[in-house]
């Protein structure tokens, strides 16, 4: 990647963004609630959805997303009262799918559960989900906004080719499994919102590629206490910097600089999503609630000179919840 088309646009967040450090000023070099009725259809469908152990499905996915997806949950709830129980099942799905890599010992046990939400996914545009609460949500979902099945295929193709625990060969390539990961988790939203629009798809695009990076660089710390390191080689290698650098948690300044420079894809993504806002249609602004949370962690990060292993990148930020409101009221992204 050419760290001089990112110097730009992360600069100007730098110097426009009041209280931030003002490291590097010089480096132009770089880059920078109430659920519908289900839907009426008959036979086995009807008795996947209403049948014993069914009860209670709703609160399952709930529970599982504010457990292990709590932004994802809270921007959900701020979804208009009509579509949260689907962007829940959505967003419930994609954590059964995320959590499969960190619970298995071999990768023929990924596999195999990666066929099985294949085989699912086939199972419910046949009308016939399985007795898995997220399954039957989805399955609601799908029958009630008439969700694309490709969207929700690209999420579970991805994932499995991301059983094989190398890191990424570059930064194009971390993007690509962003596109088909968090991309598709929200043109799913927007069709839940019932939108159909390019200016929205294409804000989407650019907004899921800035939540890719920004997970890949928060997870850092986990994945190098477990021996392991995702980051892009390319931009490793430009700076002259091992694997082992980090698995040391080494914070000298040339790894700092690769951090700096993954941040800055993100925050031009950010930029580029932005830019075209007049354009998007208002009803799709809840769909990108989580541009809150991205832009965020940026500024923390910035906030610690890029140290991707300073403990306040660990922390909650307690705000959030009032941060996105008041994103919501404002009626933004």
Same mark, same amino acid.
């Given at each position: ?227 392991? =390191? ?7 290698? $430009?700076?002259? /910097? @091992?694997? +082992? *650098? !980090? #698995?040391?948690?080494? %914070? ?27 354009? =998007? ?7 990108? $609630?989580?541009? /809150? @949370?991205? +832009? *965020? !962690? #940026?500024?923390?990060? %910035? ?31």
């Amino acid at each position: 990647m050419a760290a001089s088309a990112q110097g730009l646009a992360w600069g100007q967040l730098r110097l426009g963004t009041a209280g931030l450090c003002c490291r590097r000023l010089s480096r132009g070099l770089y880059a920078r609630g109430r659920r519908l009725p289900g839907p009426e259809v008959s036979g086995r469908s009807v008795a996947a959805a209403s049948g014993p152990g069914a009860w209670g499905t709703d609160s399952y996915c709930l529970e599982l997303l504010r457990k292990r997806d709590y932004e994802g949950y809270l921007c959900s709830l701020l979804l208009p009262a009509e579509s949260r129980s689907s962007a829940f099942a959505l967003r419930a799905f994609n954590v059964e799918l995320a959590q499969v890599k960190d619970s298995i010992s071999e990768k023929t046990i990924g596999l195999m559960r990666m066929q099985f939400w294949k085989k699912t996914v086939e199972d419910i545009y046949c009308d016939n989900p399985p007795h898995q609460p997220v399954a039957i949500e989805l399955w609601k979902a799908v029958k009630r906004h008439n969700l694309t099945k490709r969207w929700l295929m690209n999420i579970i193709d991805e994932r499995e080719k991301n059983l094989d625990d190398k890191a990424y060969r570059n930064i194009k390539e971390l993007e690509n499994y962003a596109e088909n990961t968090q991309c598709s988790l929200l043109y799913l939203t927007l069709e839940i919102l019932g939108i159909k629009d390019l200016h929205a798809d294409h804000a989407a695009s650019h907004i899921g590629k800035a939540q890719g990076i920004v997970t890949c660089l928060r997870a850092t710390p986990y994945h190098v206490s477990r021996r392991k =390191v995702f980051l892009p080689m390319d931009i490793c290698m $430009l700076h002259d /910097v @091992s694997q +082992e *650098d !980090f #698995l040391r948690r080494n %914070q000298d300044k040339n790894v700092r600089d690769v951090i700096y420079d993954i941040a800055s894809q993100a925050h031009l993504h950010l930029k580029h999503a932005r830019s075209f806002h007049k354009s =998007v249609p208002v009803k799709a602004f809840p769909a990108f $609630l989580q541009t /809150v @949370s991205i +832009e *965020d !962690f #940026l500024k923390k990060i %910035q906030r610690v000179d890029f140290d991707i292993f300073h403990p306040s990148l660990q922390q909650k930020n307690s705000l959030l919840p009032l941060y996105l409101y008041i994103q919501s009221w404002r009626k933004i992204y």
